[in-house]
Structure formats: C-alpha cells, structure tokens
C-alpha cells in the first residue's frame, strides 16, 4: 500500500446503532492526523456518516434510516492496531445491534476528502430546523434555523432519534422570549436551535466536561454568545436558585435519569423546580416501555403529558406545569 492510500471500513447501519458505532470510529479513530487529511476542515471528526431514505420534510423513522459509517486509516501498523481495535469493538456492538459485517477496502486520500464532503449531508428536522456538519452550506430557506455541528465529538449531533424528537419539540414549543434551560446539553444542540429559535435566554449544562467544551465549540461556531444570545453553558446538571426561571426545560437523557432527577436521586434539586408556572418540559430518551414510569414520575410533581412524539423505540414527552393561579 503507498503512502497516498488510506484503508476505509465501512459499516450499514440504521439510525439508533449509527451513533454508536459513530463514537467507536471517533473513540479510535478521532484525533489530529485525520484533521491534515482533510486540511483541518472537520478537526477531530474519525467518522463520515451517508444518509439515504429519509424524507426531507416528515423526518425519518430510526427504522427506515439507512446510514453508512466509514472511517478511513492510514497505512502502518498504528492503522492496523487501530483496525483491529474497531473489529472488535463492532464486532461487540453487534451482539446490541443487528448490523452487517464491516466491509474494509483501499482507496486513495483524496477519495476520503472527497466522501467526507460528499457524504455528511445537513439534515431537516420539523419545518426549519436544519442541523449541519460545520463546513458545509446547506441551501437554506428564508427564515430557517441553521444549526452547525462539528460531528461525533460529543453526543448529539441529529444522528440519533432522541435528539430530533426533541428539535421538532423546541421548534413547536419555544416562544420568542422565552428562557430555556437544557439539562445534559451533549454536543449543545438543543440550547444552540432553541437560542435560533428566539429563546431570550438559553443556558445548558451537563454533568460532562467534555461535553461542557464540545458545547462551547459548537455555540462559538454558530456565533451564539452569552452577551448577544444570553446562553450560558456550565457543568452540573439541574441548576439550583432558579425556581420557576424558565418556560421551556429539555432534558434528554435515559428515562432512569429523569426520574432519578425528579425525585433528587443524585442530590440534586428537583428537576421540575427551575420551571415557570405554565412552563413546558420536554423529557426525551425514554424507551417506549418506560414512558409510563416517567410520567408518574413527572405527575408527582403536577406535570402532565400534553404531547408524545416518537420514532422507532424511542418516545419524547411533553408535560405542562400548572398555571400559577
Ligand atoms: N441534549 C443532547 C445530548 C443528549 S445525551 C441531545 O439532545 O442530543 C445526554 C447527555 O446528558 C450526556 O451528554 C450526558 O453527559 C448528560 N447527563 C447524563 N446524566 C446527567 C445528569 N444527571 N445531569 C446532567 N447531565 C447529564
């Protein structure tokens, strides 16, 4: 193999195994020599994700999205270490997703420059929402919300269903001048589209560092600003002394964790208290056999469900707090 040829492996995929085996690319995979292959355009990004089969206007069922992720080695015994690392660790993530074999083959550099642009689309979600790897310039519609994500860096990057149930959530829910508040904030998705969205103040944290940092990346590269937009991004989960400050809260995080918030499980404040009397609460990555769970949860606290969305497995609720009088 010469020097100009990488080894690409790739995997089919449906939407809910895609982000995991996104994060086993970027785990092995991530990291500096990829960022000169592609001259420094997708810094840290080991992972070129197709997507074909979705419906550019209804948004895709997990189901029916067929994705494949590749990932592109050098030539040596480092690409080879790392090849076998990410043969294992599929071959792990098959035993929790039913995926085909990964397909390994040679090509040439400029062929991986060339996929990586080609093939990481921007992708709509409810009517204006478009989430967008970070170099690319999607063909906006007036009064779109672009939302520019560097990929796989940290969780939440529209590849996973929980995350666009909640977009097509913010898009219905967040009113111009609203104050969001997004607890387990990941890449910084939601609280980036709400703060498009016309949120007044948007502020997110999660418990993270990692996350904490991909946020702020992700808010800088869409020239949302504390001063400017009012998103604040910090580490910790629910914040505490801000009873009812905001309208909208998202959280999307496992149904165990909801409810663990909700009744202070981790020492925290309840995760109901930072909302506004008539405030509504969008609780997502929820398996559809937990949702009743959760929603008891959230009844103890006098919140109820006025909507439900979801997509494959996956549930997303909505729940509205009382009017203060
Ligand atoms: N909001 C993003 C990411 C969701 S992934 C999206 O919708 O795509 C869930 C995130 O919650 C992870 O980044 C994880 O670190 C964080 N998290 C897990 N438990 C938490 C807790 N108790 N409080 C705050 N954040 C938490």
């Known amino acids: 193999m010469s020097e100009d040829e990488l080894v690409e492996i790739a995997v089919e995929v449906d939407g809910e195994a895609?982000?995991?085996?996104?994060?086993?690319?970027?785990?092995?995979?991530?990291g500096d020599w990829i960022e000169d292959s592609v001259a420094g355009e997708a810094s840290g990004g080991g992972a070129?994700?197709?997507?074909?089969?979705?419906?550019?206007?209804?948004?895709?069922?997990?189901?029916?999205?067929?994705?494949?992720?590749?990932?592109?080695?050098?030539?040596?015994?480092?690409?080879?270490?790392?090849q076998r690392q990410i043969e294992e660790g599929l071959w792990h993530l098959r035993l929790l997703y039913p995926m085909p074999e990964p397909v390994a083959r040679t090509v040439k550099e400029e062929d991986w420059a060339h996929a990586w642009k080609e093939h990481y689309k921007p992708l709509r979600i409810g009517r204006r929402v478009l989430l967008t790897p970070a170099w690319e310039e999607p063909e906006a519609l007036p009064g779109d919300v672009v939302v520019r994500l560097e990929p796989g860096m940290a969780f939440g990057t529209g590849l996973h269903p929980t995350t666009r149930l909640c977009v097509a959530a913010l898009e219905k829910w967040v009113r111009p001048g609203d104050a969001f508040l997004d607890i387990g904030t990941g890449s910084g998705v939601l609280a980036i589209a709400a703060a498009k969205l016309g949120a007044a103040r948007a502020w997110a944290t999660d418990i993270d560092p990692l996350a904490i940092r991909v946020a702020k990346e992700n808010a800088l590269l869409n020239k949302i600003t504390l001063e400017r937009d009012g998103l604040f991004i910090e580490q910790g989960s629910v914040p505490e002394g801000l009873a009812g400050g905001f309208q909208v809260i998202a959280a999307n995080i496992l149904a165990e964790v909801l409810i663990g918030l909700f009744e202070c499980a981790y020492d925290n404040v309840p995760l109901d208290e930072p909302l506004a009397p008539g405030g509504h609460m969008i609780l997502s990555g929820i398996l559809e056999e937990k949702a009743e769970l959760v929603l008891a949860a959230a009844a103890n606290h006098g919140l109820t469900e006025i909507e439900r969305r979801q997509e494959g497995d996956w549930v997303a609720l909505v729940v509205r707090s009382e009017d203060a009088d």
């Open 48 to 82: 070129v994700v197709e997507t074909t089969g979705y419906d550019d206007f209804g948004g895709p069922a997990a189901s029916e999205l067929s994705m494949t992720v590749k990932t592109y080695l050098k030539p040596g015994p480092r690409g080879r270490g790392i």
């Open 18 to 30: 895609a982000e995991a085996v996104v994060e086993l690319f970027n785990r092995y995979n991530g």
